[in-house]
C-alpha cells in the first residue's frame, strides 16, 4: 500500500498563494514626469562592482578627461556633455585596497545603451528622469612599499642589484671553491669604468691598468690569422689529394703522377688488358667501375688514363683485404693474402708504398680512410675526363650517396642529377632508375666546403 504524499510545510513568511481581499480602497495619485535634459558637467553615477563587497561609506575622488571614441546620441544628432567626457572615480583610503571606478567599453552593441535615473518628490508628485553613467567598480592590492633604509654604504649598494650582481653575491656567499674562484677572476679582471675619466674634448680617459691591458690585446690581435689563412690551413690539413689551384684548366688540378706516384706509374702493366680488347676478348675484373669502362679507355689509346683505371682496381682490391678494427679502424692484411686477390702483378715496392701511403702504421683511422677514399675518387676524375658517374665507384667502394658526394664535393667538384641529354646517354629510361645516378663534374674555379663557424646564442 503507497504511502500518501504529504503537502510541503510552507516556510515561514512566505507570501499565501491567494490573494487577500482588503476592505480598504487605495488612494490614486496623479504623478508628473519630467525629463531633465541638462544635467551640466557632472551627472549620477550607477556603480556596479562584480565579485566585491564595497562599503558604502568609501569616499570616492571624481576626475573627468575628454573621450577619445566619442559616439553619437541615437535621438539626437548632437552630442550631449556626457558623451564627450569620461568619469573616473578613484579612492585610496582602504589600508591594502584601491578602488577605481570607471566606464567601461566592451566596443559591442552595449555601448548604445543609455541609463537612466528617476527621483521622485512625493510632495510635488513629480518624477525628474535624469540621464547618468554606468561605471565599473575595480579593487586591487597596493603593492608593499618597502622603507628605505638609510645607512652610511656607499651608492653602488644602494642601486638596485641586477640579476648577474645578485647571483654573483649569492655564489660568493653559498657556492663551490671553484665557482668562487671564478668570480674572484672576473673581478680581477674586470675594467671598471668608474676608474675612467674624460679630458677637456670629451673622450674617455682609460686608466693605466685599463689602458694597458688594450695596447696588450690589439697587439696580440694584429699577429691574429684572418679568416682567409685559417681556411687555408684547415684546407691543407684534410684528407684529400693536394689540388693545383693555380690550374688554368681541369686536367691540371689533379695530375694521374700526382695521384699513383712514379714508380707505381711505372711498374704498373696494361699490354695484357689492351691485347685482350684488341682480339675482343671479355676481361673479367672485380670492380663495376673498371669493367664498365675497360674497352672505352682501351680504345682512347690513352696509356696514362688506362694506367690509372689498372691503379683504381688495385686500390679496390687491396682495400678489399683490410680487416676490421677496433672504432671503425681497418687493420691491414698479410702480404701474402693481398697477393692472393691482388695477383701477381702487384710488387712488394707498390705494396710498400700504398702502405706507407694510406696505412703507415698498419692500420687505417678515420683521416686515413677519408684520405684513400678522395683519392680513388681524384683518379675517376681523370679517367672520365672529368665528368663522373659517382654510382659505379659508389657501388665498389659500398659507400652511400651521401657519403660518395661528400668526397667528390671535397675535391671541389659540382655534383648534381643527371640532365635529359645525360639520361639519353646513359640510357636511363625512368625517373626512379635516373635518381639512383648522380654526375659529379670538376670545373673551374673550384668550390671547396667552406668550414662552418658556429656563434654561440647569448645567455640569457
Known amino acids: 500500500m503507497s504511502e500518501k504524499k504529504r503537502k510541503r510545510i510552507s516556510q515561514e513568511g512566505e507570501r499565501p498563494s491567494k490573494r487577500i481581499v482588503s476592505g480598504r480602497s487605495v488612494s490614486e495619485q496623479t504623478v508628473k514626469f519630467s525629463n531633465v535634459s541638462g ?56 589600508p591594502k585596497l584601491d578602488y577605481t571606478a570607471r566606464e567601461e567599453s566592451s566596443g559591442g552593441a552595449d555601448d548604445l545603451l543609455r541609463h537612466y535615473i528617476g527621483v521622485y518628490d512625493p510632495a510635488a508628485g513629480a518624477i525628474q528622469i535624469l540621464r547618468s553613467r554606468k561605471v565599473t567598480v575595480r579593487g586591487t592590492l597596493r603593492s608593499a612599499v618597502v622603507p628605505e633604509i638609510r645607512d652610511d654604504s656607499s651608492e653602488d649598494e644602494k642601486a638596485p642589484q641586477s ?27 674586470a675594467i671598471s669604468p668608474q676608474k675612467s675619466s674624460q679630458n677637456s674634448s670629451g673622450k674617455t680617459v682609460l686608466d693605466p691598468l685599463a689602458s694597458a691591458i688594450i695596447d696588450s690585446m690589439s697587439q696580440n690581435s694584429g699577429a691574429a690569422p684572418s679568416r682567409e689563412e685559417l681556411q687555408a690551413v684547415i684546407d691543407e690539413a684534410k684528407p684529400r689529394p693536394k689540388a693545383n689551384l693555380e690550374a688554368e684548366t681541369p686536367a691540371e688540378v689533379y695530375k694521374i703522377e700526382d695521384l699513383v706516384g712514379a ?40 696509356i696514362m688514363r688506362l694506367k690509372a683505371l689498372r691503379y683504381v682496381l ?22 701474402e693474402d693481398i697477393t692472393k686477390v691482388v695477383g701477381g702483378e702487384i710488387t712488394g715496392s707498390m705494396l710498400e708504398e700504398l702502405r706507407k701511403r694510406f696505412a703507415p702504421d698498419g692500420n687505417m683511422n678515420k683521416w686515413t680512410i677519408d684520405n684513400f677514399m678522395t683519392h680513388v675518387c681524384a683518379l675517376t676524375l681523370t679517367i672520365d675526363l672529368y665528368d663522373v658517374d659517382i654510382s659505379d665507384i659508389r657501388d665498389d667502394l659500398r659507400l652511400e650517396t651521401k657519403q660518395i658526394v ?36 670538376l670545373r673551374l674555379p673550384l668550390e671547396f666546403p667552406k668550414t662552418r663557424t658556429i656563434v654561440p646564442k647569448n645567455r640569457r
Open 39 to 94: 544635467s551640466g558637467d557632472w551627472a549620477p553615477a550607477i556603480a556596479v562592482a562584480p565579485g566585491l563587497d564595497l562599503p558604502t561609506n568609501v569616499p570616492l575622488q571624481a576626475f573627468k578627461k575628454p573621450r577619445t571614441n566619442t559616439i553619437p546620441s541615437p535621438t539626437t544628432t548632437g552630442r550631449s556633455t556626457l558623451s564627450e567626457s569620461e568619469l573616473l572615480l578613484h579612492c585610496s583610503a582602504h
Open 163 to 189: 640579476r648577474f650582481a645578485a647571483r654573483t653575491r649569492l655564489g660568493e656567499a653559498f657556492g663551490t671553491k671553484k665557482s668562487q674562484k671564478a668570480i674572484r677572476a672576473l673581478t680581477e679582471n
Open 314 to 335: 688495385l686500390l679496390l682490391d687491396w682495400y678489399s683485404c683490410l680487416k676490421p678494427g677496433m672504432k671503425g679502424m681497418k687493420k691491414l692484411a698479410q702480404r
Open 263 to 302: 714508380s707505381s706509374l711505372q711498374a704498373l702493366k696494361v699490354r695484357d688488358w689492351q691485347s685482350a680488347v684488341e682480339a675482343n676478348k671479355d676481361v673479367q675484373t672485380s670492380s663495376k667501375y673498371v669493367s664498365r669502362r675497360l674497352v672505352k679507355v682501351v680504345s682512347s689509346k690513352n
Open 406 to 441: 661528400q668526397y667528390f664535393q671535397e675535391l671541389g667538384c659540382k655534383v648534381a642529377n643527371p640532365t635529359e641529354t645525360e639520361q639519353k646517354k646513359m640510357r636511363l629510361t625512368s625517373k626512379a632508375e635516373s635518381s639512383t645516378h648522380k654526375i659529379a663534374k
